[in-house]
Nanobody, 125 residues
Framework: QVQLVESGGGLVQAGGSLRLSCAASGRTFSSSAMGWFRQASGKDREFVATINWSGLSTDFADSVKGRATISRDNAKSTVYLEMNSLKPEDTAVYYC??????????????????WGQGTQVTVSS
């Protein structure tokens, strides 16, 4: 069992930056690929970024590419998402997810096993 707890969301002005954290419990974190997804009101959950188990391989949605960084600290069982140049369309609930036992992540939410409760990010114009 893996529990994920996101933090760091809030209200940010357009053009600003934020750093989301996702703390994981359980022994499988270091062997799991991790992902960040987001869901805006009335829309489907969409992929934001993913990172492999070692942190050496990452992938991003086109909508955030160049503005986002994903990283992880396996010693702290934590994955981070940093975003800058935020836009109002980045407003959403952001979720982290774990793909246990897989070294590589995915842009498909269906391939993740565990999810956090989400943290709200609101970008004002």
């Amino acid at each position: 069992q893996v529990q994920l707890v996101e933090s760091g969301g809030g209200l940010v002005q357009a053009g600003g930056s934020l750093r989301l954290s996702c703390a994981a419990s359980g022994r499988t974190f270091s062997s799991s690929a991790m992902g960040w997804f987001r869901q805006a009101s009335g829309k489907d959950r969409e992929f934001v970024a993913t990172i492999n188990w070692s942190g050496l391989s990452t992938d991003f949605a086109d909508s955030v590419k160049g503005r986002a960084t994903i990283s992880r600290d396996n010693a702290k069982s934590t994955v981070y998402l940093e975003m800058n140049s935020l836009k109002p369309e980045d407003t959403a609930v952001y979720y982290c997810a774990a793909r246990v036992g897989y070294s590589r992540g995915s842009d498909s939410p269906h391939l993740y096993d565990y999810w956090g409760q989400g943290t709200q990010v609101t970008v004002s114009s």
